[in-house]
């Protein structure tokens, strides 16, 4: 199956720019819907973007809109989130996952392939 691993986390100051990857391994990457979430400290874990197996279709939470962009290259098995103009309420670890459906769900129990993390920190 897929196995996933993110990327491109890293210390930045407010209204920095960063662009975190996750790259696939494993079976065709182009099978999978796939999702950005982020778990703050202390806090739940929580949805952040979703791109469907073919990239036409998008959803966000709304905390991120306008300043988070997902998107993906299916021939390169890499999914992106690019994130703009960051706030310090940003700071988390960032996880990739893939569902195996295609659907485009907001709720993490619907993935069933985790990548291991990506810190981001933000400070004001």
């Known amino acids: 199956q897929v196995q996933l691993v993110e990327s491109g986390g890293g210390l930045a100051q407010a209204g920095d720019s960063l662009r975190l990857s996750c790259v696939a391994s494993?079976?065709?990457?182009?099978?999978?819907?796939m999702a950005w979430f982020r778990q703050a400290p202390a806090k739940e874990r929580e949805f952040v973007a979703v791109?469907?197996?073919?990239?036409?279709?998008?959803d966000y939470t709304d905390s991120v809109k306008g300043r988070f962009t997902i998107s993906r290259v299916n021939a390169e098995n890499t999914v992106y989130l690019q994130i703009n103009s960051l706030k310090p309420e940003d700071t988390a670890v960032y996880y990739c996952?893939?569902?195996?459906?295609?659907?485009?769900?907001?709720?993490?129990?619907?993935?069933?392939?985790w990548g291991q993390g990506t810190q981001v920190t933000v400070s004001s």
């Open positions: 791109i469907n197996r073919s990239g036409s279709r998008t």
């Open positions: 996952a893939a569902d195996r459906s295609g659907q485009t769900s907001r709720t993490d129990t619907a993935y069933e392939i």
């Open positions: 494993g079976r065709p990457f182009s099978l999978y819907s």
